[in-house]
């Protein structure tokens, strides 16, 4: 029987050599004349062991990694394909404690597939849930993921169900499902890697929402520092469309859905929903006040829904299993299971899906392994370039949307990066200021004239130039963007800004420079 | 590498790049993204012609192109280094190698070699957080990225 070999296509696999070590297994398939195949799926998540060779074994999935292109004569030495004793052996993947450890829902077949063949999308429960919805009332669906408790995994945390029900309510003879995927937070890859990994779990929720709607046309707008995410969904899309699952007749209903992917040009702001929906309409991303909102007017004024990759791909299991199935994760108000992101400066760095409620100390110290550098942690970042700075003392807050806003800090899209004791929190409070200052969309003036100030004012803080009259205008400063700004972007900044003052003072009281004597 | 056609033809290339994807709803960013393709910037030569096929003013366009990062309103250098500048990367030394990077290109930022080989850009994540920090040279990307494999990038868009 022919050996497949898992070599991911993930484009943190690719940057870490992965097309030069199947270029070596080719060789050496060849070489030794094997009866193997190369089969390029998703990565499993663990990003310190990519790139990760996976073989199937009669005993299940064995691993090997990280993998280097030199590495690979020697893993055939010793009987590779097989599953063959290597230093490099990590044993069956899915015993791997980081992996076990999970519940994956969301990304069940992200890196077990190949993200290209439907047929494996299927043979591994895919489909399941568009089939079911092509015979539900559209209210019905709706009220299935609201039942599920699913909130926005962009970030705002919305009911996706009562969102999903604004737009059934709402008349319109075009309606719209926009797929955000314009991950821009540093910190996060979860789109990027649903896309690379499995992107028909996206078309099937993306359909779904559709059905549920009324709505006859879809768009996945994302960004152009994703080009190998754009490839594998632009490919995707074609062979849904081939085989019937988009089109005049989805699944052979009486349903029409068809979809698009559109790329983005470099704007972080057109992450923002009303700002994306701008740049959709060929314009450039400015915000747009609210309301309307876009379930009433959204793309090209028609009733839209927008939601980000990790909801609408949450919705085929959802539909599949149902909505107590997926409700019965998590803790409080923030149900189901959330990708977490663990990045930066991090032993185990990749994505942790799980229920709602971990620690933010579990996910730092015990699923993360502390820090890389293995200097102790100082601060994590939590929820991307707009998300709060917490210390060690903040470590026992679950990971769940409201136990992080009661602590002055947001979820965001999940992402997590630490930074270990050499970082400078005025630096980064600084770094957050300026990023917003070159990422506003420059409608509102909070934001774009609120975050030059900001630079300037920790600039002068850092320069000890009175620094304590600084520090209560920085904290003004704040007030005024937090509450001013159109959107999240001039809205959120002073997040990073105010949590890094609040909880490291002392980077905000530098050595006053020594005057020169005259 | 960024190798692009010569510009004399920008009007013919751009109508039928316009022609193409003027049925798309939305139809600017693809257009703009083709020409870019194609030219390696948006030549100031076919702004008008967009405009115009578009039904749009000048200023539209211009404001289009202006607003979002990645439209060149110049051509780049032969390689395009773009070096991670978010938080993740910075967790992991990512400004150190900004600097360096800058060193030894002799160049700031939005800035090309004056043998016009590299161009250095900033960009704000690659989606690479866990194996930061990262870059991308024409399109191929590398993480993990220390001293070493920085300079090797460097002398290879060098060339």
Redesign the interface.
Known sequence: MTVRIFIPRD??A???GAESVVEAISGEIAARALDATIVRNGSRGM??L?PLVEIETADGRVAYGPVKAGDVASLFDAGLTSGGAHPLCLGKTEEIPFLKRQTRLTFARCGVIDPLSLDDYRAHGGLRGLERAVVMQPAAIVAEVTESGLRGRGGAGFPTGIKWKTVLETPGARKYIVCNAD???????AD?MIMEGDPFVLIEGMAIAGIATGATKGYIYTR?????AIAVMSAAVEIARAAGVLGTSVLGSAHAFDM?V???????VCGEETSLLN???????LVRAKPPLPAHKGL?DRPTVINNVISLASVPVILDKGAGYYRDFGMGRSRGTIPL??????RH???FETAFGLTLGEIVDEIGGGT?SGRPVKAV?VGG?LGAYFPRALFDTPFDYEAFAARDGLIGHA?I????DT?DMLK?AR?AME?CA??S?GKCTPCRIGSIRGVEVADAIAAGIEPEKNRVLLADLCNTMKFGSLCALGGFTPYPVMSAMTHFPEDFSPVPMVEAAE | MNIHLPRADVTERTLAIVGELKRLEGPLIPILHEIQDEFGYVPEESLPVIAQELNLSRAEVYGVVTFYHDFREHPAGRHVLKLCRAEACQSMGGDRLAERAKALLGIDFHETTPDGAVTLEPVYCLGLCSCSPSAMLDGELHARLDEAVLDALVAEARQ
């Open positions: 484009a943190a690719l940057a870490l990003h310190w990519e991950e821009g937070d540093s910190g996060t890859f990027r152009s520092e994703y080009p190998h698009e559109r790329t983005g040009a470099g704007a972080y740049s959709l309409e060929g314009k450039r991303g090209f992101q663990i990045a930066g400066n991090v760095g990749g994505l890389a970042q370039p992402g990066v630490v930074f270990d970082a980064q770094f990023f070159i990422e969309c």
